[in-house]
């Protein structure tokens, strides 16, 4: 059997509950034994719209933590930004709704084999996975601290339990409603060098993404970057979510940021060849 | 359980089933094959492959847009020999019937293309995709250009000499499609794959700027159904004896049936299974229930049963 | 509050607003009337008109498709004399701009209409309907027809004189969209209409036979809108002057937007009126909104925004 | 003010029940004094699908009875058969939902100046608007008959409370299921002459209108009936829910039903031309 999606099932899953949190819900989805399959970084593929519905597309959200405790029987929780027709119409499900989803799509975030220290950015719902990643890493025996930024304050989500697994957390607003003003990326190079970070763990915008690559390169470490690309089928059968990649070899061709990402290691994205023709 | 005979054939080519994935929508088939077992249905299309390595357009290269979406590719692909060893192999080792689709940017190219099939085991047919710009004629689209479309399905006929079955696969963009269908018909094709995207544009009202990376994309899904209806339907009224592969926004066992009862011979199946990864399966077997229920002892009896001639009538 | 001039002009008509009814797609203006006053929209399109009465094709007329819908009327009407006797009145009554919308099956035919018109007080514009069989030539759609569509707007030309402006309305079935508008446009066309419906058909899975009495249909709706807006990007990229009525599943002001974007000077609105009576009404609402949100002080600077060339940046 | 469609206006009205009767769902809608605009015949445009749904043009559907109640504040009863998408759609819709709706629309049954005896015949849920005539006649004094005919029991739609203002009732399927084995129009002709009925009023399928236009024609008793043609837009503004029809002058044109009708004279219709070009 191909490699590809190895773990991914087509279900009806029930909604187990949704909570508003700033400007985000926080969506829990009772996924059974697939959670067991999902490893921080993974997403998600839900149909959206219901019935008769002119939306023919799925959308894609990263998985931000799964539990597989037996009392829950297994669930996956979502941060969703409602904004457009399909996130606004997931917000608007109800406890035990039936969604249909695949799950789980994409590459994981890899984990260091030894606790090293590691930093964690986000921006925006952004910072969803990092909190699964974090509590893995932080288990496994790392120093965990994360930076969030976002436009203003109710763009951060930061819950309460997911601060936990973390050492330290720095907040930026570009409004400065909360935390420093500014962004992530403002004293990112001092921070690395100060917490001896060995891996920094990214995802958000892909503007933040590339500024992160471009800090983790003048100091050689590792960067891995969950990217997020518009995706017509998150399954690799579409070709739409490309980004231009360079391999061993320097030249650059188009991987798909569904199956080959959407966790890449940042330092091989050509981010300045983004959206652009090769 | 009643059965039918679900066979179809294009040219000497046969299938167990009439239900094919849409070329460009299954990328190497690999990635299906999670969700079901490739051999289950009637074919897979591959991507259209050209000569060389294709990077594509830059991104987005998707919009959704009211029950359909566009994209704009730009055929990106590994080239014709890494496809054929690569993706080839995995394909007939799943069992599954290839039908081949090739691309070219001059009449030459195609003719280079159909020349590295030739030997090649495993294939069932070659779809000869020329809605692709013609480089040496100001990059007007092959499919739009009845003499040019002639030419190359006329280059990639003498090339394949008689064996594989030629589809040659039609644009809609054009004021009319059944002198293009007839011209192709002519020079050697033995099936037509109706129907390829339709041009479109979404404008970002954000950015205030065309929204995909190329501009222009194709528009798919149930949104262009009726215009992939028609096509077939015309098509079929005017050459009844050439096999068509319907396609256009089919997205369950009904749409299947209206484009089979407007004269297509087989389906295939793209952006649908974008939005469900097992679409091809369901419409598969709802296609199959539903000749049933009507009554057809085969598929074949149903191919352009919407054509058939009103019974005089005295009421 | 802030204000923006939201009037538009077509050759040397002017119209408070940039959006009109979609011929065929408000009748007379009476039934419309009775959710909002006509002389509030930019203008009514009347439902192309012919010389005689026209019975029109068999019922059923319409068939629903995802996101649009078919529709297969065959230019019912009263005639031009009736119409001019009883609709023209009530809309100059209204205080309505009034587009008149004609069409013909000659060439003759539509210079007949033409000069009928002439001494019409409260005509704005005539909109020439070109997607109509031309039954001197084997009914092939004028406007399918480079010639055809040129000699059908000349001769509207020289009958009206130089007065009214003249919108010639194209359809998007055609392999070259800008050839055909260029055509038009030399022949004494002020502005064009763009698009008319897209030629489609359903066939019904019960009675397994074409669902609308005369078999294929127009499609139209927000199915059709990416079709649109690609053809008005195309042609004003074309002919930036021309003005152009831009139409083909507009529903709200976003839509609207987007077309105006594309490069249209108006916008019609036809089956969203179906849908929803007072469509127009909040259409040109949302527009006025989001034009104002842009910062745009006027219409006119919004028309072909998407076109504009991208700066250069030194990042 | 043009005389076309003059009371009727697009509202958002919430629906008050939703009930199963048979395979057909009653449904109570808030319409409050829109109610009092209502005259049996008319029919409503509904807004189906929900945001984001592909289904574009409105469904019509028949007023069966209409309430004008302080009590209810006023609301219309509509019958409705779960049939494709859009139906589906009103019949899933519970108590609160609101619907976008456009009434009342259409012609209305005509009502004898004098009190004579009429007989109604209903096919299916074509049933439903004549019981809220059926109201209106007797309390003006006819002599109300009914026939009712579908093709099974389930398919008929008579409910106990329609029936106080009917004399008597029979009842037809063609499987036998319920009542006599048949077709409303079997002994039609007869019924209208035992019952001296002046004027036959009927709603049901088109080639039960054109039936009993025969019969009625035939007798010269007065038929108007209720037709169903698909149509668009439901306003007049389309043209394509038309039928043809005979003119004083003899010569046939072709009507909006959603105008013209639905409720026409049986005797102009030109039924062996429906469908046909003109
Ligand atoms: C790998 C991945 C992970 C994601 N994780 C999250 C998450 O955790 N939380 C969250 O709220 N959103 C997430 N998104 C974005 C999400 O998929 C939707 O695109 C977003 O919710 C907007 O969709 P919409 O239907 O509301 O907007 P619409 O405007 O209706 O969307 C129209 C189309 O554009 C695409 N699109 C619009 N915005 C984006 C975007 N930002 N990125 C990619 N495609 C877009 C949509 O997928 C859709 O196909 C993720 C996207 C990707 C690719
Ligand atoms: C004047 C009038 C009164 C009606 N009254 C009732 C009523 O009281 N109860 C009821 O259940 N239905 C009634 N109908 C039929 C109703 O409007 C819907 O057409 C029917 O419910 C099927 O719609 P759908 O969305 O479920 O089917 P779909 O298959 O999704 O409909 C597709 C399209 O076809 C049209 N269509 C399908 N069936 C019919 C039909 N039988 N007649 C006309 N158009 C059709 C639909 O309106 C729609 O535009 C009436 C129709 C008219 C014109
Ligand atoms: C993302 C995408 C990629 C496509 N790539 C190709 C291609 O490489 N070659 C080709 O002939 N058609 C291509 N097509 C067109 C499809 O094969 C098909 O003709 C069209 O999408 C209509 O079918 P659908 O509505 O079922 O998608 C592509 C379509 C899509 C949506
Ligand atoms: C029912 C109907 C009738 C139409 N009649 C005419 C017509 O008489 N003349 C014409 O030029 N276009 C006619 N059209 C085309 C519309 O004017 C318009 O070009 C097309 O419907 C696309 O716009 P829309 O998607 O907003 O409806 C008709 C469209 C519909 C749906
Ligand atoms: S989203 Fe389709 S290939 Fe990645
Ligand atoms: S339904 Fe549109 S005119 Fe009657």
């Known amino acids: ?278 | 359980m009643t059965t039918i005979d679900f066979s179809t054939t294009i040219g000497n080519a046969w299938f167990p089933a009439p239900t094919f994935t849409a070329s460009g929508c299954a990328s190497s088939g690999r990635e299906l094959a999670q969700f079901f077992p490739l051999r289950e249905m009637g074919g897979v299309v591959t991507k259209s492959v050209m000569s060389r390595v294709r990077p594509g357009r830059p991104t987005p290269r998707m919009a959704e847009t009211p029950s359909g979406m566009l994209n704009s590719i730009g055929l990106q692909g590994p080239g014709i020999d890494a496809f054929l060893a690569q993706d080839i192999p995995y394909l007939v080792e799943q069992k599954a019937r290839v039908i081949v689709s090739i691309a070219g940017e001059t009449v030459e190219e195609y003719s280079t293309l159909a020349r590295k099939l030739r030997s090649v085991s495993g294939i069932s047919a070659v779809e000869v995709n020329i809605s692709c710009p013609n480089v040496e004629n100001r990059g007007l689209v092959f499919a739009c250009d009845p003499d040019a479309s002639r030419r190359v399905i006329d280059g990639v006929r003498r090339t394949l000499g008689g064996e594989l079955p030629i589809i040659a696969k039609l644009s809609p963009d054009v004021t009319d499609l059944v002198s293009i269908a007839r011209g192709v018909v002519d020079a050697g094709a033995d099936g037509l794959a109706l129907i390829n995207t339709v041009l479109g544009m979404v404008i970002n009202v954000n950015t205030m700027r065309p929204q995909l990376g190329g501009k222009t994309g194709g528009l798919s899904g149930p949104a262009i159904r009726p215009i992939a209806v028609r096509a077939v339907y015309q098509v079929h009224a005017a050459l009844p004896k050439t096999p068509i592969l319907g396609m256009g926004g089919i997205a369950n066992g009904k749409d299947a049936l209206e484009m089979i009862l407007a004269g297509a011979s087989g389906v295939s199946i793209g952006t649908a299974s974008f939005g469900n990864p097992t679409a091809i399966m369901s419409i598969q077997s709802e296609l199959k229930q539903m000749l049933i229920d009507r009554g057809f002892k085969s598929l074949k009896d149903a191919i352009g049963y919407a054509h058939r001639v009103e019974e005089v009538t005295n009421e």
Chains 1, 4 share one sequence.
Request: net charge neutral.
């Open chain 1, 1 to 278: 059997m191909s490699p590809i999606n190895k773990n991914a099932k087509q279900v009806l899953a029930p909604i187990a509950s949704n909570k508003r949190v700033g400007t985000y819900h926080q969506i829990i989805v009772n996924i059974g034994d697939l959670a067991q399959k999902c490893k921080p970084g993974n997403f998600v593929a839900i149909k959206v719209g219901g019935e008769n519905s002119a939306l023919v597309l799925r959308r894609a959200f990263a998985i931000s933590r799964v539990s597989t405790s037996s009392a829950t029987g297994g669930t996956m929780e979502l941060i969703v930004a409602p904004g457009g027709q399909g996130s606004t119409w997931l917000c608007d499900r109800i406890e035990g709704d039936l969604i249909d989803i695949v799950v789980p799509l994409g590459t994981a975030f890899g984990v260091p084999t030894e606790p090293v220290p590691v930093l964690l950015v986000g921006g925006g719902y952004g910072s969803a996975p990092l909190f699964g990643l974090a509590e893995i890493l932080n288990a496994r025996g790392s120093r965990v601290d994360m930076i969030l930024g976002a436009s203003t304050s109710s763009n951060i989500y930061a819950p309460m339990e997911g601060k936990r697994a973390v050492n330290t957390m720095r907040i930026y607003t570009e409004d400065g409603s909360a935390g420093q003003t500014g962004r992530v990326t403002d004293n990112l190079y001092e921070q690395i060098k100060d917490l001896k970070a060995a891996v920094v763990y990214s995802c958000g915008p892909m503007s933040m993404l590339s500024a992160i690559t471009t800090i983790t390169k003048a100091l050689d470490v590792v960067h891995q970057c969950s990217v997020e690309e518009s995706m017509a089928c998150g399954i690799g059968i579409c070709m739409t979510c490309v980004l231009p990649v360079q391999g061993e070899d320097g030249s650059v061709s188009m991987l798909r940021s569904c199956i080959d990402g959407p966790v890449m290691d940042g330092s091989s994205v050509s981010w300045n060849q983004v959206g652009k023709a090769l």
